[in-house]
């Protein structure tokens, strides 16, 4: 069974500050993706990365890939009260477009 | 396009009764996917289509589930008879092959 743990689980910051989000997984993915979810909504697709070590911004966004294609990073950058959320990660096993979603984390960032 | 919709937005229901979701996927979108979200298990696959066809129902919980997709455009998640566990958001996805657009979900609560 396909497992992805993301950290931390809670995150709670102020305005303008620095973060990174984590998902880690024993298992490879062919595509990796990062959601955004706010409440009483589905989750937004951010981006989908697919090249081991792959790096992609998205204005204050930045994701990575792991060269083995197994964990995943997401870094925010003078994080912003919009930005607040539950971040999902998700993975798909090669030739398959059937995704299994990280634990997830709930990002707040205060005025 | 007016994304993935979803319907009801909310049922309350009461135990033993048949519950009936619905979904309408975007479309010229060939997958569309079933997710259940609860706080203690997150999302979790359901069950995913492929022009129509189920292709996986594995994380279908029990008999008790059903999904059926009639024809490119609709989607019906049936569960019978309805649970008190059962109570969770549903959400219905589509995607053209990679990166899922979600629907706005169900939230069910079984009395």
């Known amino acids: 069974t396909q497992l992805l743990e993301q950290s931390p689980q809670f995150l709670s910051i102020q305005e303008g500050e620095n973060l990174t989000v984590y998902c880690n997984s024993s298992?490879?993915?062919?595509?990796l993706q990062w959601y955004r979810q706010e409440p009483g909504e589905g989750p937004v697709l951010l981006v989908t990365v697919v090249t081991g070590g792959e790096v992609k911004k998205l204005k204050r966004l930045t994701f990575q890939f792991g060269d083995a294609r197994k964990d995943s990073s997401l870094h925010i950058t003078a994080a912003q009260p919009g930005d607040t959320g539950l971040y999902l990660c998700?993975?798909?096993?090669?030739?398959?477009?059937?995704?299994?979603f990280g634990t997830g984390t709930r990002l707040k960032v205060l005025a | 396009d007016a994304g993935v919709i979803q319907s009801p937005r909310h049922e309350v229901t009461e135990m033993g009764q048949e519950v009936t979701l619905r979904c309408k996927p975007i479309s010229g979108h060939d997958y569309l996917f079933w997710y259940r979200q609860t706080m203690m298990r997150g999302l979790e696959l359901l069950i995913y289509?492929?022009?129509?066809?189920?292709?996986?129902d594995s994380g279908m919980p029990e008999d008790r589930f059903s999904a059926k997709m009639p024809n490119a455009s609709f989607s019906t998640l049936k569960i019978q008879p309805s649970e008190p566990r059962d109570s969770a958001v549903y959400f219905c996805a589509s995607s053209p092959g990679s990166g899922y657009t979600f629907g706005s979900g169900t939230r069910l609560t079984v009395v």
């Open positions: 298992s490879v993915f062919s595509s």
């Open positions: 998700a993975g798909a096993a090669s030739g398959t477009y059937k995704y299994i």
């Open positions: 289509f492929n022009n129509n066809v189920p292709i996986d």
